[in-house]
């Protein structure tokens, strides 16, 4: 079975601050992972992947993450915050076979105050 | 032009009516799906199709009925509607049942059952 746990269901920076939003998974076949980005009364956009491919991804709005086996990890982080990023940051998870589907963190809630 | 559309976006009824939320894709993908998000913004899987194909029904009251009657449409019927079943409800598709894209989320319904 498949999980991730994100750390933090609350996260604050002020603008211009780092972003780390920490996310570790669980999959006994190797993975896919993926962050998303739900803004107030929005759907779900999604920031960046982890396809096994490299494992520093980059995506949208300056935010990149890594993939650590190691570690079992695959944090979010934007080196320098922004008002417009606060928002809701899931991590998802889903492997490649047949009859599942992306699960979800329960997500971390980005402030950022000026 | 929206690629993940669904109706209503809001959506009040009563306990006991029944309702449906229609959700169209035009991107051309094999696969939707019907999430739920609860009032803690924790996002479940309910039910996939793949190319008009019920590939995962997850545990889900019997009330709830998915229907695809093309691969580009998947529709949620929901009966005797609960207090409980308040929430908001995404429509999601993708290239195929094995993909590592990700998924492309439409805006969400809430429902708010009184």
């Known amino acids: 079975a498949q999980s991730v746990t994100q750390l933090g269901s609350h996260v604050s920076v002020s603008e211009g601050a780092l972003v780390l939003l920490r996310c570790n998974y669980s999959?006994?076949?190797?993975?896919?992972l993926f962050w998303y980005v739900q803004y107030p009364n929005q759907g779900l956009q999604l920031l960046l992947k982890?396809?096994?491919?490299?494992?520093l991804v980059k995506g949208i709005n300056g935010f990149e993450a890594e993939f650590k086996k190691s570690e079992t990890s695959f944090h979010l982080t934007k080196p320098s915050a922004h008002m417009s990023d606060a928002a809701e940051y899931f991590c998802?998870?889903?492997?490649?076979?047949?009859?599942?589907?992306?699960?979800f963190g329960k997500g971390t809630t980005l402030s950022v105050s000026s | 032009d929206t690629a993940v559309s669904q109706t209503p976006k809001y959506l009040v009824t009563q306990m006991g009516n029944d309702k449906s939320i229609k959700c169209e894709q035009n991107l051309g993908h094999d696969t939707m799906y019907w999430y739920k998000q609860d009032s803690k913004k924790f996002l479940k899987i309910m039910f996939s199709y793949n190319n008009k194909e019920l590939i995962i029904n997850e545990t889900v009251p019997n009330r709830f009925s998915p229907k695809s009657p093309d691969k580009a449409h998947l529709n949620l019927h929901i009966n005797s509607l609960e207090l409980g079943d308040s929430a908001v409800y995404f429509c999601?598709?993708?290239?195929?049942?094995?993909?590592?894209?990700?998924?492309?989320f439409g805006s969400g319904t809430r429902l708010t059952v009184v």
């Open positions: 999959s006994s076949v190797p993975p896919y």
């Open positions: 982890y396809t096994s491919a490299a494992t």
């Open positions: 999601a598709s993708s290239p195929s049942r094995r993909s590592n894209y990700g998924y492309t």
């Open positions: 998802a998870v889903i492997n490649n076979q047949a009859g599942t589907a992306l699960i």
